[in-house]
Every structure is written in structure tokens, then in C-alpha cells.
């Protein structure tokens, strides 16, 4: 498949919400879409930060929780979103009534908004926030990253959001627009590295970028993946 398909065949899975996605049954594993390679890149920096409990903030029909429950080493998971109807669609598609007892008790969802410091935050090894930031308003932001960084404040935080840098590739779009409506920013991978180097210096935390998907010589990979760690 040429690049350029590959970014329509990418860009093509962000024709509607995220949420829309087919499920991953209905894909060949050859073909797997972006965000499940996001999904998958997530996990695996959990996994590999050694973390049990996981807090994922803006979880929205819950494909992150999903695989996490399939980690043993997950002993405590949980999904917070600001939306009902979200947590609605989660609660569904993991089959939560028909859970295991081992495995319900593993996994809670609640309701809340990640700009309100919430004590419900508190006492995780991890949080997951994917792909949520760019949906914030630029000026709750700062309520966002004290709440997070400031007051919750997991030893691993992991936060991925667009690559603004990679919609160049995507012919599809007209030149200063977002992937998506509710998209209030998109960061280059310029404007990610600085807002985590803002972090860093203000909770101080230290922190990783890693691409995600097809990794494109000038303009980068469509996604991007800051891993941030407390108290190492
Ligand atoms: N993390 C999920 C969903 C991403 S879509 C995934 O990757 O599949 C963004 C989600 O963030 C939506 O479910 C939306 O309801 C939620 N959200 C947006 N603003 C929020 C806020 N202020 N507090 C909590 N959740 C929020």
C-alpha cells in the first residue's frame, strides 16, 4: 500500500467520533486501525511502568479498559469520563453485569470532569489520558494539568494526542483544519514537546515522547505519546 493511502486508510478511521471504530473482531490483524495501535502502545508503557493501579481519565466507551482487564498485572482499574451516555456504552460493550465476580471487582466507572480536583483521583500508580486533551478548552487546560499533575499525581501518567504536523499527509483536509469537530487544538510535535517540558518543570515530573503509527520522514507519525514519571 502506498503513503498515501495508508494516511487516507488512517485518516478514514477518523471519519466520525474515535468512538465510531469498528470493533477490533471485525478487523485482520494485518490491518490494524490507528487507535489500536494507540491502545496498544498505552498498554504496553503501563505495563512496562510496572504500574497495578490504573485511573483512565476520559475513557469513553471504554477500549482501553478492555485490554487493561486482560493484564493481570492490572489489579485495579478504573474509567472516569464526563459523559453519561460514555460511560453508558462502556459499561455495555465490557458486559459489566455479566463480569466474572474476580474481574468486576477489578474494574469501577465513575463519572467525573478532569478539570475539578476529585479525591476519587487519588492513590493510582497510573493514569491513561488518550486522546482527551485536545476536546479541553485551551483555557481550562491548566485546570486540567493541576488537577492530573498536581493534585492526583500518579507516578505514570501517560497522555497521547494528534500529531498536527501529520495532517499535512492527509489530502483530505484543508490547510488549518482539525481531524475532528470537537477537536478545540491540535499540538505539533514542537508544540506537544514543549507542553511537556512545561510540565516537567512545574510538577516536576520527567517525561518521554514516542510516535505512534506510520512514521513519516518530514512530518512525523499521526499520533504522539508522552509518558511522563513522578519520584524516579
Ligand atoms: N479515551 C477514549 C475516548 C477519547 S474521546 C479513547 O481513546 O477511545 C474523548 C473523551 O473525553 C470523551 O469520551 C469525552 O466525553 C471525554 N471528555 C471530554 N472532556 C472531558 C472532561 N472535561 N472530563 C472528563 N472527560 C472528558
Redesign the pocket.
Known amino acids: 500500500m502506498g503513503f498515501r493511502s495508508l494516511t487516507k486508510q488512517v485518516l478514514s478511521e477518523w471519519d466520525g467520533?474515535?468512538?465510531s471504530l469498528k470493533e477490533e473482531t471485525d478487523r485482520k490483524p494485518t490491518s490494524r486501525s490507528l487507535?489500536d495501535q494507540?491502545?496498544q502502545a498505552v498498554v504496553s508503557a503501563l505495563r512496562q511502568s510496572g504500574a497495578e493501579s490504573v485511573l483512565?481519565?476520559?475513557?469513553?466507551?471504554g477500549?482501553?479498559l478492555r485490554l487493561l482487564l486482560k493484564a493481570r498485572q492490572f489489579h485495579r482499574i478504573e474509567g472516569?469520563?464526563?459523559?453519561y451516555g460514555?460511560l453508558t456504552k462502556a459499561m455495555n460493550r465490557l458486559n459489566y453485569e455479566d463480569l466474572p465476580p474476580k474481574q468486576r471487582e477489578r474494574l469501577k466507572l465513575w463519572q467525573?470532569?478532569?478539570?475539578y480536583r476529585d479525591q476519587r483521583m487519588n492513590g493510582f500508580d497510573a493514569a491513561a489520558v488518550?486522546?482527551?486533551i485536545e476536546?479541553?478548552d485551551e483555557n481550562?487546560l491548566q485546570a486540567?494539568e493541576r488537577v492530573v499533575f498536581g493534585c492526583a499525581r500518579p507516578a505514570t501518567v501517560v497522555v497521547t494526542t494528534p500529531n498536527a504536523d501529520y495532517n499535512a499527509l492527509f489530502d483530505r483536509m484543508e490547510a488549518g483544519t482539525m481531524r475532528h469537530t470537537d477537536h478545540r487544538f491540535e499540538w505539533s510535535r514542537d508544540e506537544f514537546r514543549r507542553w511537556t517540558e512545561k510540565i516537567n518543570s512545574e510538577f516536576q515530573y520527567q517525561s518521554r515522547i514516542e510516535p505512534i503509527g506510520p512514521v513519516d520522514e518530514t512530518y512525523g507519525a499521526p499520533s504522539q505519546m508522552a509518558i511522563f514519571t513522578y519520584g524516579d
Open positions: 467520533e474515535e468512538g487507535h494507540r491502545l483512565d481519565l476520559g475513557c469513553g466507551e477500549k482501553l472516569m469520563d464526563v459523559s460514555e467525573g470532569a478532569l478539570t488518550v486522546e482527551v476536546h479541553l481550562r486540567f
